[in-house]
């Protein structure tokens, strides 16, 4: 052991998300904003009008091959920026790429992930659509748009999938107050609120 | 009649005093009633999960008279509220308890009809017990509750049907004009 102890190494990068990295930044250059390579969930963030061209890019390059968009988070970040910005989280993954040897240290082993982020203002909060890039991304922007209000713009209508059509406003974002009642049955909001 | 009989006393051949039983028509009618109870094949979450196990060959509900699940509340007595009540469920439980005949039971099955169990704090979407909704006859704590505790809960409901000669707190409501604690009407 030659090397010195003082430092720990370096933790490895994941390799499809560098691969991701490096087919994204040869194509769009501006287009990443900022990328963490390392951890149990490594992410690249991209500007919002690079979104689409970014999915396409992703899904479709030999080196990613990123077939499936499995899920798509939002979160609500109130102080960030002016007035606010809410993330959109793009949980991809591949079913035609193969795992690489090595592939075993991340909570979701064995399968080719990326993490693709972008952030827009909180209002209006309007995010390119990848309905038609992965079919299956339907569901899962109408569940963003009911719990955290992010609209997808550029799709067919943009409906609530889990609430009531008529619930007032987005329940995971952080300022949504607990209606009093909702259709005469009391809301007991938790202590605190 | 013979002669020597008193005034008022009951007369009754001695070979018929060894096969009929008498009694008030009322306590056949609550013995039918608790021993034929239909529930209503209504689940909601991972509590239902063990009302079918109840019902099924291992636990036996049909030994108590309780198996016959019926898939119209027109058809039911009994409703037991297995599972989370959401805000969006709500309405539809409270048609669902309307279209049943009187007289209609409700258990309240697992924490989360209670008193909206582990949704109870941040949960916005659950409603905070089913007694906000509807009339509950019997409360069954667990998280699920075991079928056995289940059983002891329909065993529990026709002890009352019996001990109330059969009418169901909505009819009692009904009747006194009181509302049971905290029963409020949906939509």
């Not at chain 1, 909570?107 to 995010?127: F, I, S, T």
């Given at each position: ?6 430092t ?13 990295l ?48 499995h ?7 109130p ?15 591949s ?28 209002d ?10 992965w ?42 107050e ?13 202590e605190?609120? | ?79 037991i ?24 039971y ?40 075991r079928?056995?505790?289940?059983i ?21 409501e ?14």
């Amino acid at each position: 052991m030659s090397e010195s102890t003082d430092t720990p190494a370096a933790p490895p990068a994941d390799p499809v998300t560098e691969r991701a990295l490096a087919v994204l930044q040869a194509a769009i250059p501006d287009g990443v904003v900022a990328y963490e390579l390392t951890g149990g969930h490594p992410w690249i963030q991209v500007r919002a009008e690079d979104l689409r061209a970014a999915c396409w890019l992703l899904r479709d390059h030999a080196d990613t091959k990123l077939d499936c968009c499995h899920l798509i988070s939002g979160v609500d970040w109130p102080d960030a920026g002016e007035g606010g910005e809410l993330e959109v989280v793009y949980h991809l993954c591949s079913f035609e790429l193969k795992p690489e040897p090595g592939y075993g240290q991340r909570a979701l082993k064995n399968d080719p992930w990326v993490a693709l982020k972008v952030r827009v203002p909180r209002d209006p909060g309007e995010v390119p659509t990848v309905m038609d890039i992965w079919t299956g991304a339907d569901w899962h922007e109408r569940e963003t748009w009911d719990l955290v209000g992010v609209r997808f713009t550029g799709r067919r209508e943009l409906r609530r999938i889990l609430l009531p059509d008529d619930w007032p406003g987005h329940p995971l974002r952080k300022d949504w107050e607990y209606p009093a009642s909702y259709h005469g049955v009391p809301i007991i909001p938790p202590e605190g609120y | 009649m013979p002669d020597d009989a008193q005034p008022g006393e009951v007369l009754l051949d001695p070979e018929l005093q060894q096969s009929v039983i008498l009694t008030k028509v009322q306590w056949v009618k609550d013995w039918g009633r608790r021993n034929a109870l239909w529930p209503m094949a209504f689940g909601l979450a991972c509590c239902a999960m063990e009302m079918m196990a109840t019902a099924a060959t291992k636990y036996d509900l049909d030994r108590f008279g309780a198996g016959v699940f019926r898939a119209s509340p027109r058809q039911s007595d009994l409703m037991i509220v297995a599972g989370t009540l959401s805000h969006k469920m709500a309405p539809r439980l409270k048609r669902l308890w309307e279209q049943m005949p009187d007289p209609k039971y409700v258990i309240a099955m697992g924490a989360c009809v209670i008193g909206g169990g582990p949704y109870s704090r941040y949960g916005y979407h659950v409603v905070q017990g089913v007694d906000l909704i509807v009339p509950v006859d019997v409360y069954l704590p667990g998280c699920p509750p075991r079928p056995e505790a289940l059983i002891d809960a329909i065993r529990k409901l026709q002890f009352r049907i019996q001990e109330r000669t059969g009418e169901s707190l909505a009819t009692i409501e009904a009747k006194t004009g009181r509302k049971g604690a905290g029963a409020a009407r949906a939509s």
